[in-house]
């Protein structure tokens, strides 16, 4: 069973944007609902604050979660056109963030140089951005 939801309410809705990191580190804001992020051998995963699924309602996924971490759809939303992130957007905002304790500004030449779909080569300060 899906749950419908009826509103959504992303940065654009705001009169100032998100931070980056707040966009690009956050799985609030990535629709996966509060919890943490790591990155590890397998890619990134995500252990969710809510680990108890409220069955009762005949779902078995947290209630804050709009998609799980594989770019699942989790819920509907009353809009046709409005949509989670998928699991390979999802992981590509996930890689801006690796990368944003250091290049904090869009006028750093790293991030002059970002390509969509495609992360630069990890600086040595950025182990962890690191393909597994």
């Not at 009826?6 to 998100?18: A, I, L, N």
């Not at 009762?56 to 989670?84: E, K, M, Q, W, Y």
């Not at 996930?94 to 140089?113: E, F, I, S, T, W």
């Amino acid at each position: 069973m899906r749950l419908t939801v009826s509103w959504m309410d992303p940065h654009t809705t705001q009169p100032k944007g998100r931070s980056c990191p707040d966009c690009h580190q956050t799985p609030r804001a990535l629709g996966l609902g509060e919890g943490s992020l790591h990155r590890g051998p397998g890619g990134w995963a995500f252990t969710p604050a809510l680990a108890a699924r409220p069955r009762l309602l005949g779902i078995d996924h947290p209630l804050d979660a709009f998609v799980d971490a594989n770019g699942t759809a989790l819920v509907h939303t009353s809009r046709p056109d409005l949509r989670p992130l998928g699991r390979d957007e999802i992981r590509r905002v996930l890689d801006v963030g690796l990368c944003l304790p250091c290049h904090r500004d869009l006028r750093d030449p790293v991030m002059r140089a970002w390509r969509p779909g495609r992360m630069p080569r990890p600086c040595r300060h950025a182990p962890a951005a690191a393909r597994p």
